[in-house]
C-alpha cells in the first residue's frame, strides 16, 4: 500500500487504530484508489531511478547507542543504525536512513530523505522487487536493504519512544512487515510506502496530514 497525504491507495491490508470511515467523514477529504495491475486507472510502474552518488557511512556505528550527525557533502548518506538506542540527524541531500532496533531518534535533515522501518516479516515475504522499486516509487533501496534481512525478520525495528522527523523538507517512510507506531512520534513524513501491516493512531495521521498539507 502507498499512502500518500491526502490520498490513500491501496493495494494491501491496512489496520488504523479508528474507525477510517467516519474519521474520513468527520475529519478530512481523502480519496481511496484501488491498485491493480491490470486498472486502466492506476499510472504505469516508472522505471527505477539509478541509485544517487552516495557515501555509505553505516561502518561508523556500534551496536550501542550511537549519535551521529551526517556531514553536509553535497552525497546522499546511507546508515543502518543497528541497534542501540541511536540519535541520527540527515544531511542536505535525500538519504537513506534505517534506525534497526531500539528507541530511536531520527531527523531527516534538509533533503528529502527516505526512511526504512522493518516490522515483523516472514519467510520469503518480500522479493527484491520490493526493494528495488517498492510499490512501483522508483527508488531503489538496495544500497541499505538486503533480502535475508529483511525476511523472517523477528524483531521490529520500533520500540516505544521512537522519533521519526523527516525533516523542513518531509521524507518517504518505507515501512515493511507488521508494524505498530502507536508509541512513535511522527513528523513531517509526505508519503508512506506500506509493504504489508501499519498500525496507528487517528491523531498520527491527522497530524501527518496537516502537516503535510502546510508545506511548499
Same mark, same amino acid.
Given at each position: 500500500?502507498?499512502?500518500?497525504?491526502?490520498?490513500?491507495?491501496?493495494?494491501?491490508?491496512?489496520?488504523?487504530?479508528?474507525?477510517?470511515?467516519?474519521?474520513?467523514? @468527520?475529519?478530512?477529504?481523502?480519496?481511496?484508489?484501488?491498485?491493480?495491475?491490470?486498472?486502466?486507472?492506476?499510472?504505469?510502474?516508472?522505471?527505477?531511478?539509478?541509485?544517487? @552518488?552516495?557515501?555509505?557511512?553505516?561502518?561508523?556505528?556500534?551496536?550501542?547507542?550511537?549519535?551521529?550527525?551526517?556531514?553536509?557533502?553535497?552525497?546522499?548518506?546511507?546508515?543502518?543504525?543497528?541497534?542501540?538506542?541511536?540519535?541520527?540527524?540527515?544531511?542536505?541531500?535525500?538519504?537513506?536512513?534505517?534506525?534497526?532496533?531500539?528507541?530511536?531518534?531520527?531527523?531527516?535533515?534538509?533533503?528529502?530523505?527516505?526512511?526504512?522501518?522493518?516490522?515483523?516479516?516472514?519467510?520469503?515475504?518480500?522479493?527484491?522487487?520490493?526493494?528495488?522499486?517498492?510499490?512501483?516509487?522508483?527508488?531503489?533501496?538496495?544500497?541499505?536493504?538486503?533480502?535475508?534481512?529483511?525476511?523472517?525478520?523477528?524483531?521490529?525495528?520500533?520500540?516505544?519512544?521512537?522519533?521519526?522527523?523527516?525533516?523542513?523538507?518531509?521524507?518517504?517512510?518505507?515501512?515493511?512487515?507488521?508494524?505498530?507506531?502507536? @508509541?512513535?512520534?511522527?513528523?513531517?513524513?509526505?508519503?508512506?510506502?506500506?509493504?504489508?501491516?501499519?498500525?496507528?493512531?487517528?491523531?498520527?495521521?491527522?497530524?501527518?496530514?496537516?502537516?503535510?498539507?502546510?508545506?511548499?
Amino acid at each position: 500500500m502507498c499512502l500518500i497525504l491526502g490520498t490513500v491507495r491501496t493495494s494491501v491490508t491496512i489496520s488504523f487504530s479508528f474507525s477510517f470511515t467516519s474519521f474520513i467523514s @468527520t475529519s478530512l477529504s481523502l480519496s481511496i484508489i484501488t491498485r491493480s495491475p491490470r486498472s486502466p486507472s492506476c499510472p504505469p510502474t516508472p522505471t527505477p531511478t539509478p541509485t544517487p @552518488t552516495t557515501t555509505n557511512i553505516s561502518n561508523n556505528i556500534t551496536i550501542n547507542a550511537d549519535t551521529l550527525s551526517l556531514i553536509d557533502n553535497g552525497k546522499s548518506a546511507i546508515i543502518d543504525a543497528l541497534a542501540g538506542n541511536d540519535t541520527i540527524t540527515g544531511g542536505d541531500k535525500a538519504d537513506f536512513i534505517r534506525g534497526n532496533t531500539g528507541a530511536d531518534i531520527i531527523k531527516g535533515g534538509a533533503g528529502v530523505d527516505n526512511i526504512i522501518v522493518i516490522g515483523t516479516t516472514e519467510k520469503a515475504q518480500y522479493t527484491q522487487t520490493n526493494i528495488q522499486n517498492p510499490n512501483g516509487t522508483g527508488i531503489d533501496l538496495s544500497a541499505l536493504l538486503k533480502l535475508d534481512t529483511l525476511n523472517n525478520n523477528t524483531v521490529s525495528d520500533l520500540a516505544a519512544g521512537e522519533i521519526i522527523d523527516g525533516g523542513a523538507d518531509g521524507a518517504r517512510l518505507f515501512v515493511y512487515g507488521n508494524t505498530d507506531f502507536t @508509541t512513535s512520534t511522527l513528523s513531517n513524513i509526505t508519503r508512506i510506502d506500506v509493504q504489508s501491516k501499519l498500525t496507528i493512531t487517528a491523531t498520527q495521521l491527522k497530524t501527518l496530514l496537516t502537516a503535510a498539507h502546510s508545506m511548499p
